[in-house]
């Protein structure tokens, strides 16, 4: 398999749904780390900027 032939995993487009939204917070939590707790937030800040455009 060729890696254009791969799809691109969109974890923004993905954090729409909020059960994502969810394991991703607890996920980050869980890490203990707090620059992945902060990521995770960015993550889902650009989601949810997203849905509000598209409404």
Do not use: C, W, Y
């Not at 791969?6 to 607890?26: M, N």
Request: charge should be negative; charged fraction near 30%; glycine fraction near 4%.
């Amino acid at each position: 398999m060729k890696i254009s032939e791969l799809d691109v995993f969109d974890s923004v487009k993905a954090a729409q749904d909020p059960l994502v939204q969810e394991e991703l917070l607890q996920a980050a939590r869980e890490d203990g780390n707090s620059p992945a707790l902060a990521h995770a937030r960015s993550v889902i800040a650009k989601a949810r900027a997203g849905q509000d455009t598209k409404a």
